[in-house]
């Protein structure tokens, strides 16, 4: 890369659904962009998304009851005024979608064939079969292929420059190297970060890296305690984990424990079709009763519609000699979505002028405590063409405004010191400690040990100051984002969505806030 190849209008972190629709869109109106991305093009979580995009087309839904669901499920802490402009806006621009990628989502006699999923009062999930991510991932990579936008893969984002809070550029490592680019914009489309469970359904990339790296340069990052466990996963003999879409649930599928016992409806009365958060806690405890194994049974399923609609899930067991038309298959729940992140407006814009974060990497107000199923491509969608327009635009930048009621950097007490705590030695344990301690059941006690262990295991690294290599630029991006999620956990003294804590069972109107934390 020659010095003139390093200056862009804007850069992108991340080639998934936020970051190759981003650039796909800004290319068509003639800005000199570039995409960056840390592994192969197509590693990432959009490409093993499986269930589909939620949005209100049929004949029977509307962009109220779209609204509604997403709000319920958001448990009191959904921005509703962002809603409203992603259910209302979904419509046109999941259209748009369709016609400029070329995305065929399934259809059946000419209408689209609607899947139903948790927490969606009817059917309203566009899909092809169970490989939606696959499908959409490859049609953004050919049309991003033909419409010769620069992608650099194995490219790690090490840390946005800014000056007064204005973003100048990138520090980069490609090939070993360390690089600069320069920009006015970046768009943070990094994704998520189950990676730092030790059971988890995410890309290997799903390490956090972007809110870790925005937050380090001064960008806020809320939400983070809002950690989505999804209820069935399936470990393979092979040691990695598959997702098993709930639109397997929406077909008839059934939870039982190793006495045939369907036990979910105990927890809630709309069974199996229950929110995430609801049934991974009714697993977890019902898993805690002498060891209890939990399967999902699709013996009610007519084996036609596995074959067809569960393609990918009948394909991947048939692999490992397990017919699923015929025995229940053993499944757990396992880190799954990010509902916190860069905390943005409505445009994708952070507190700093010229960083944008869009995705699963980035805090819109969407998803509130608890993610509804199938939003989450439709989120990308539908804030990245906003994004776009903006930078298009040339607007007056708008920035990010907290509200008066927002919590920042709430202080905590971790009552023992860090003399007290082991380090962590390595990723594997990080993500022990993530799953112990902040996992889908937390209390007080045990979520301020694993902050005093990661400030510890941080205080060494900082001491250590080596040259990093790529696993480890990410096992210190990990620490600092476990910490943030581990201090949010801390602080919200009640239960709500997808944070349970053991120690505080219930939901609190005083906690009705969002915890915000930002670099001083
Ligand atoms: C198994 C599974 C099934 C899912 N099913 C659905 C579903 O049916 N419907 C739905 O709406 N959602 C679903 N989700 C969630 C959804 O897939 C993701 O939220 C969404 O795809 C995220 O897109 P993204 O572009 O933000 O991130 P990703 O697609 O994860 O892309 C992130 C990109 O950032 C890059 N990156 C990260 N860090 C760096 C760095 N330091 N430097 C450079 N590049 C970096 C990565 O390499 C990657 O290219 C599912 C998720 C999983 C894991």
Not at 176 to 202: F, P, R, V
Not at 258 to 268: A, G, I, L, T
Not at 341 to 366: H, K
Not at 430 to 454: F, H, Q
């Amino acid at each position: 890369m020659d010095k003139e190849d390093k200056k862009f209008d804007v850069i992108v972190v991340g080639s998934g659904i936020a970051g190759l629709y981003s650039a796909l869109r800004l290319k068509k109106y003639g800005i000199n962009v570039v995409v960056i991305t840390k592994d192969k093009v197509d590693e990432t979580n959009t490409n093993l998304a499986q269930g589909g995009m939620a949005v209100a087309l049929g004949k029977d839904d509307s962009t109220e009851l779209h609204l509604k669901d997403t709000i319920e499920s958001g448990a009191g802490i959904s921005d509703e005024e962002i809603v409203r402009i992603l259910v209302s806006e979904a419509k046109n621009r999941v259209e748009e979608f369709i016609r400029f990628v070329g995305v065929q989502f399934e259809r059946k006699n000419e209408e689209f064939d609607f899947a139903l999923e948790g927490g969606h009062s009817l059917p309203r999930i566009l899909h092809i079969r169970d490989k939606t991510g696959e499908y959409i991932q490859k049609s953004l990579v050919e049309k991003a292929m033909r419409e010769n936008i620069r992608i650099i893969e194995n490219a790690f984002l090490l840390k946005i420059v800014t000056e007064e809070s204005h973003v100048i550029g990138a520090e980069v490592m490609l090939n070993g190297e360390h690089i600069k680019m320069s920009a006015d914009n970046i768009i943070l489309a990094t994704g998520g970060s189950g990676q730092l469970y030790k059971i988890t359904t995410n890309a290997q990339t799903a390490t956090g890296d972007g809110i870790a790296i925005a937050y380090r340069a001064g960008a806020v990052v809320s939400n983070l305690e809002f950690v989505q466990f999804h209820p069935t996963a399936t470990i393979l003999p092979d040691g990695k984990v598959r997702l098993i879409t709930e639109a397997i649930r929406g077909a008839g599928a059934k939870i039982i424990n190793d006495r045939r016992e369907r036990f979910v409806c105990k927890y809630d009365e709309r069974c199996e079709l229950a929110t995430r958060d609801i049934i991974s806690r009714a697993i977890y405890f019902e898993m805690q009763k002498k060891n209890t194994r939990i399967y999902l049974d699709l013996r009610d399923v007519p084996e036609e519609k596995i074959k067809k609609e569960f393609e990918g899930f009948y394909e991947t067991m048939t692999r490992y000699r397990k017919d699923i038309t015929k025995e229940p298959i053993e499944i757990v729940p396992a880190a799954h979505y990010m509902n916190g992140g860069i905390r943005v407006n409505e445009f994708g814009q952070s507190n700093l002028e010229g960083l944008y974060a869009i995705g699963e990497a980035s805090c819109t107000g969407v998803h509130g405590a608890n993610r509804l199923a199938s939003n989450s491509l439709l989120e990308a969608v539908v804030f990245s063409s906003r994004a776009v327009e903006a930078i298009v635009n040339g607007a007056k930048w708008k920035g990010l405004r907290l509200e008066k009621k927002d919590l920042v950097n709430p202080p905590i007490d971790l009552g023992k010191h860090l003399e007290d705590v082991k380090i962590i030695r390595d990723v594997n344990e990080l993500k022990e400690v993530m799953w112990n301690n902040v996992g889908i059941v937390r209390e007080g006690k045990t979520l301020s040990e694993a902050i005093l262990r990661i400030k510890k295991t941080r205080d060494k690294i900082n001491q250590q100051k080596k040259i990093f290599d790529k696993k480890q630029l990410e096992f210190v991006n990990m620490l600092d984002l476990s910490e943030l999620i581990a201090t949010a956990a801390l602080v919200r003294e009640e239960s709500r969505g997808c944070h349970y804590r053991k120690d505080f069972p219930s939901e609190n109107e005083k906690w009705k806030v969002t915890i915000n934390f930002v670099l001083q």
